[in-house]
């Protein structure tokens, strides 16, 4: 059984089986961040996350895909009826995940604040949100980033253990996104 989700601040609908959802395009997160690629990776480990997750089917639609720009995915919701239509038989999904890096800054001070959304196409419904800061000089950061190492990464990084999270970007992106995609769950 997987742990409870440990990210503080998160909305789930009550109201709503994320189970039944079907298939959600993940959209490429915006940047508010002085960074240019941590939008891009935290994307992808997003993806991955959720996808693992396997709660619903997830396409990513990245900023270069033609339909990106024609569906005009770069503002964020609310959409009208006839927008979040157009979008669904565009993309042939059943709800759109979008949200952005809304800070970031890498070692030896690893932080990143995110905040993401999943909106129902079928009738614009928010599924569920959230909005954290995580930390790696927050104690109780460090303690989830312990967790995480000893039950999700496998073994052979001794030498650096869970501090392995607090120095590699690419690591640190993945707790983040797994630590998100803990919170999508079915009721």
């Known amino acids: 059984m997987a742990p409870e989700p440990v990210v503080d601040y998160f909305y789930l609908n009550p109201n709503k089986d994320l189970s039944e959802i079907g298939r959600v395009a993940v959209i490429e997160l915006g940047n508010d961040s002085s960074y240019p690629q941590i939008a891009s990776e935290m994307t992808d480990a997003l993806f991955e996350a959720v996808q693992k997750k396997q709660v619903f089917g997830v396409i990513a639609i990245r900023q270069t895909n033609p339909v990106w720009r024609s569906l005009q995915l770069d503002s964020e919701p609310p959409y009208s009826l006839e927008r979040l239509a157009a979008i669904r038989r565009e993309l042939k999904c059943d709800g759109i995940l979008v949200g952005s890096v809304t800070a970031y800054q890498p070692y030896p001070h690893m932080a990143i ?75």
């Open 113 to 187: 604040g995110l905040r993401a959304k999943l909106v129902d196409l079928a009738d614009g419904q928010l599924l569920w949100a959230m909005e954290q800061v995580w930390d790696t000089t927050d104690k109780t950061t460090e303690k989830r980033i312990k967790n995480y190492f000893q039950t999700q990464m496998r073994s052979g990084f001794a030498p650096l253990r869970e501090e392995l999270v607090a120095v590699s970007s690419l690591k640190f992106v993945k707790f983040v996104a797994y630590e998100v995609a803990q919170t999508l769950r079915p009721r």
